[in-house]
Each structure stands twice: as structure tokens, then as C-alpha cells.
């Protein structure tokens, strides 16, 4: 019997009616607000361009051991080698381990941005100015988070961001070019509008379910069926935003017209605050269960998720589903290309992080729900690894 959960969560924020409806222009901020900025279906269609933009297809690029695989996908597409340096239990760059790697073939080095934390972006600038290199930015999980008094996305030399991971748009990529002459881009055509009907059409029902009762959850699965078979029906087509994979027959896709839209209506000062908040609620409710990854939230960090630590991030993920929280067991697997035996710290956070949702669409209401049902799982995880060991013990008691 399939479980029937009393509460939808999204992993992302979604697109209410009202959006669609009314809006004014607000603010602009980094990299909305950049000169140099392009736009793209997916950022990892942005890592593509990256490599053909800066002349580096056949060179060799510094990438560190805990990425998600696409952006792997995506540079080893485009034409360059893929090397990878060690990022330790904290997410922290191995700097030794770095330098040492950066040999006659490398042509960039790659920082990733995790979760909305800012690595250390300066000192990679520095290091890649000492061998006369290009940096590149990944801030696809980091989108409006500050380094300090620095936005993310202005000190390396190319910066990628991912729209829709963070605010309510159907799709979306950016690029920007922090260096002169780089940034010669054609304006690429916008997806179907197939694709962008699905998107949004999505996006509104898991609105209707978080938001909804359970006559919205009701209504959302009620629909996802008939959907589903008017499109098998139909033989329509549409690019997914949820595939994990790198398509080259995508990779010259624009932003649709509504995510341009959109994207500049976002009161990006309150989706900051309510981040802020939700985060730091279950920084408050949860630590006592699962040692934080991150101690604190320093200012200017705008998380994307609560990154939870847990001994089996499988097993927890299917316990928060079956009681409708979208929690995602954060990058499990790594490019085939990288050794996982030369970097166990990543292997052991690809085996522990759960993705636990905080997003601007969720109240504290909703985060003391998912904080009770993350206690709960958890909970429930002892009791089963515990009973496990009770028995392992037993039976090596009967043997002995």
C-alpha cells in the first residue's frame, strides 16, 4: 500500500497564479544586473560555452572531487580533460593537493560554490593569477550569495549561475564574463513552447499541492496522470529540467519567455531573508540529531538547502518522500572519471548529505513540520541501524 502523506514539499520553489497574473520590475541584482550576462536553458549548456569561449577544448581543467557530474559531462563534451583536486569533510579546497596538480597541460581551474557558501574565491584568483589562468565560477547552487562584501560571480573569470534551483522560473541559465573581449554571444532561441508549457504547468501544480490541502495534492496527482497520457498520446516532446545529464542536442537553448519575465520581478531582498530564516530554524532544531555541516550562516549567504548529514542519505531521502518531503540525496555519484578511492572525504558526503528543503515558499509552520518528520526519520534510522548491530552481535556471539 502506497503511503499517502498529510504534506507536500517541494525541493524548489515554485510558480504561483498570482505571479503570472501581476508583478512590477524590481531591483536588479548580481548577475541579473551585470552587463556581460548570457542566457541559457541550463547552466550546464553555460559550462559548454565556457570551454569554446575561452579556447581551452584541449586543455586540461582542475575540478574538484565533490561536483555533481553534469558540469564533469559538460567540459569533457566541450573538449577538454577533466582533473580533479581533494575537497575535504568541511567542503574545504586542499590547496597542496591543487597546486600540486596544475602542470603544463592545465588550462583553468574550476570552483564550485556549495549550497549557497562561498569557497574561497579570492584565493583562487590569486593562485590562478600566479600561473596565468582562467578561473571559472560555478555558482549554480549559489545564485545572490555574497562573499563578504562581494558578490559571488564577480572575481572568477567566467561565472555560471542556475535561475530555476532558486527562484520560481520555469528554466535557466547565466553566464558572465568578468573579462574584456569574452563575451561576443548571440542571443540563442528559447525553447518550444511545449517545453515551456510543461515546465510552468509543472511548477503551478506543486504549487497547488504545497499550498493547496489535500485537495491540491489530490488535484496535482489527478492531473500529472492526464497529462502524462495526453502527451504519450500526443507524441509531444519536451526538455525536462529534471534530467541529471549533459545533451549536446540542447546546448544552444535560450530562457524561455516567461523566465525572462519573472526573474526580474523577484524581491530578491525577501527571498534572502526567508532563506536566511528557514535555514537557520532548522540549524536550531536539528543540530542536536545530525552534527551541521556548517556551524553557522554568515552574512550575506543566501542557502539553497539544509545540508543534512546522516549515515545513509538513500534510506533517509525514501523516508521524507513517503512523507511528502522532496528531500534529494545530494550528488550520490560521481563522474565514472574520478577515483572515488583517491578522495574519501567526498565519498563519504556523497554517501551523507541530504538536500532538506528551505526555500521562500515555505513558512515556519512548514519548517517545524519537516523538522519534526527529519527527527522522526532519523529516529526511526537508529532504531533500524541499532537493531542491526544487535543482531550482527548476536550472531557472532552464537559462532564464537
Not at 500529472?224 to 545533451?247: C, E, P, W, Y
Request: glycine fraction near 6%.
Amino acid at each position: 500500500m502506497k503511503p499517502n502523506p498529510n504534506m507536500f514539499v517541494p525541493a524548489f520553489p515554485t510558480i504561483g497564479p498570482e505571479a503570472l497574473l501581476y508583478g512590477r520590475q524590481s531591483p536588479s541584482h548580481h548577475p541579473l544586473s551585470a552587463a556581460n550576462t548570457h542566457y541559457f536553458f541550463f547552466a550546464r549548456n553555460a559550462i559548454w560555452h565556457t570551454v569554446k569561449m575561452l579556447g581551452i577544448e584541449r586543455g586540461e581543467i582542475l575540478v574538484p572531487s565533490y561536483h555533481h557530474g553534469v558540469e564533469v559531462e559538460a567540459l569533457i563534451d566541450a573538449g577538454a580533460d577533466v582533473k580533479f583536486y581533494r575537497i575535504g569533510a568541511k567542503l574545504e579546497v586542499d590547496f597542496h593537493d591543487l597546486e600540486r596538480k596544475i602542470g603544463p597541460k592545465t588550462k583553468a581551474l574550476y570552483l564550485i560554490h556549495y549550497a549557497g557558501f562561498p569557497g574561497p574565491v579570492r584565493e583562487m584568483k590569486k593562485l590562478a593569477e600566479v600561473y596565468g589562468l582562467p578561473l571559472i565560477e560555478d555558482c549554480a547552487l549559489s545564485l545572490f550569495s555574497m562573499d563578504g562584501d562581494r558578490p559571488l560571480g564577480v572575481t572568477g573569470d567566467v561565472a555560471i549561475f542556475c535561475l530555476y534551483k532558486l527562484l520560481p522560473v520555469p528554466n535557466g541559465g547565466a553566464l558572465v564574463c568578468n573579462g574584456p573581449d569574452r563575451c561576443n554571444m548571440a542571443e540563442l532561441p528559447p525553447p518550444s513552447a511545449s517545453t515551456t508549457f510543461s515546465l510552468v504547468s509543472s511548477s503551478l501544480l506543486r504549487n497547488m499541492a504545497l499550498r493547496g490541502g489535500s485537495l491540491g495534492r489530490t488535484f496535482r496527482q489527478l492531473a500529472l496522470g492526464m497529462g502524462k497520457g495526453t502527451m504519450r498520446a500526443s507524441n509531444i516532446t519536451h526538455v525536462s529540467t529534471d534530467s541529471q545529464h549533459f545533451n549536446l542536442n540542447d546546448v544552444n537553448l535560450g530562457i524561455s519567455w516567461i523566465t525572462k519575465r519573472l526573474m526580474f520581478r523577484q524581491d530578491v531582498a525577501d527571498i534572502a531573508r526567508k532563506r536566511r530564516r528557514n535555514y537557520v530554524f532548522l540549524l536550531d532544531h536539528l543540530r542536536d540529531v545530525s552534527t551541521p555541516l556548517f556551524d553557522s550562516l554568515p552574512a550575506g549567504n543566501v542557502p539553497l538547502f539544509y545540508p543534512l548529514l546522516v549515515d545513509d542519505n538513500r534510506s533517509v531521502v525514501e523516508r521524507l518522500l513517503s512523507r511528502g518531503i522532496e528531500a534529494v540525496n545530494f550528488w550520490r555519484d560521481s563522474h565514472p572519471t574520478c577515483n572515488d578511492r583517491e578522495f574519501p572525504e567526498t565519498t563519504k558526503l556523497r554517501r551523507s548529505v541530504v538536500e532538506i528543503p528551505c526555500h521562500q515558499d515555505l513558512s515556519l509552520k512548514t519548517m517545524e513540520r519537516i523538522a519534526n518528520a527529519v527527527r522522526d526519520v532519523l529516529a526511526v534510522e537508529h532504531a533500524v541501524a541499532l537493531g542491526s548491530f544487535q543482531s550482527t552481535s548476536k550472531a557472532t556471539s552464537r559462532a564464537i
